[in-house]
């Protein structure tokens, strides 16, 4: 059972242009999303995340929108830069006693051509 | 993430040995998570510990795995007669405190390979 999932398994984007990744959860009970980077033979590195009272949460770059009704949440990069590509996992969490448990996407692979 | 280690970093076992990864959280880190990530597939959350207590193991199989987290001294998860299954990256991640709105940060990672 999919609860987090990432239907793209690549993007390939030209230098300058926006990168946007998609994520789609099933469980209603998540109501914190994050989104972490990962390079090969690396563990995940936390980008951004945003909690389900916001609808938008920005941090230079990169821009985290959340469509509770549509269960659905994406990553906006703008511009993307070449150092960007990498796998980026959507991650959720949603009860206090799993402290902070995550449940990840697939991954999309991002890959930002100069 | 050079805060949370693990090592080893590469661990070799052949099948019906017993694994051991080690995993030093952050500074006054006192939450961790072990994560494993198999070939072609996202992370899957495998037990949440803090000191001395297993919180949630849910994620673990039921045979064959342990995990602890002793007063002193880093995390230990454990894989007993291992399979080639068992192959895959394991990650383990800590946090400051419990609850949402809380990153967990990642350490690089135990690549265990069963041969």
């Known amino acids: 059972d999919q609860q987090v999932k990432q239907n793209s398994p690549s993007l390939s984007v030209q230098e300058g242009r926006i990168s946007i990744l998609n994520c789609d959860y099933t469980?209603?009970?998540?109501?914190?999303f994050l989104w972490y980077k990962k390079y090969p033979a690396e563990g995940p590195t936390f980008l951004i995340s945003?909690?389900?009272?916001?609808d938008k949460n920005e941090d230079g770059r990169f821009t985290v929108f959340l469509n509770k009704s549509a269960k659905h949440l994406s990553l906006h990069i703008v511009p993307s830069q070449p150092g960007d590509s990498a796998v980026y996992f959507c991650?959720?969490?949603?009860?206090?006693?799993?402290?902070?448990?995550?449940?990840f996407g697939e991954g999309t692979q991002l890959t930002v051509n100069p | 993430n050079a805060g949370v280690m693990q090592n080893p970093r590469h661990l070799v076992r052949r099948r019906g040995q017993e694994a051991r990864l080690r995993c030093s959280p952050m500074?006054?880190?006192?939450?961790v998570y072990w994560y494993r990530q198999l070939p072609e597939e996202g992370l899957k959350f495998m037990v949440y510990?803090?000191?001395?207590?297993?919180?949630?193991e849910s994620g673990m199989p039921k045979e064959r795995f342990s995990a602890e987290f002793p007063k002193e001294g880093p995390s230990i998860l454990r894989i007993q007669q291992v399979v080639r299954g068992d192959s895959a990256a394991y990650f383990c991640?800590?946090?400051?405190?419990?609850?949402?709105?809380?990153?967990?940060?990642f350490g690089q990672g135990t690549r265990l390979t069963v041969v």
């Open positions: 991640a800590s946090s400051q405190r419990q609850g949402l709105n809380t990153e967990a940060f």
């Open positions: 469980n209603s009970m998540f109501d914190y």
């Open positions: 945003i909690s389900s009272i916001k």
């Open positions: 991650a959720a969490s949603g009860s206090e006693t799993s402290g902070s448990r995550l449940t």
């Open positions: 500074k006054g880190h006192s939450h």
């Open positions: 510990l803090q000191k001395e207590n297993i919180i949630d």
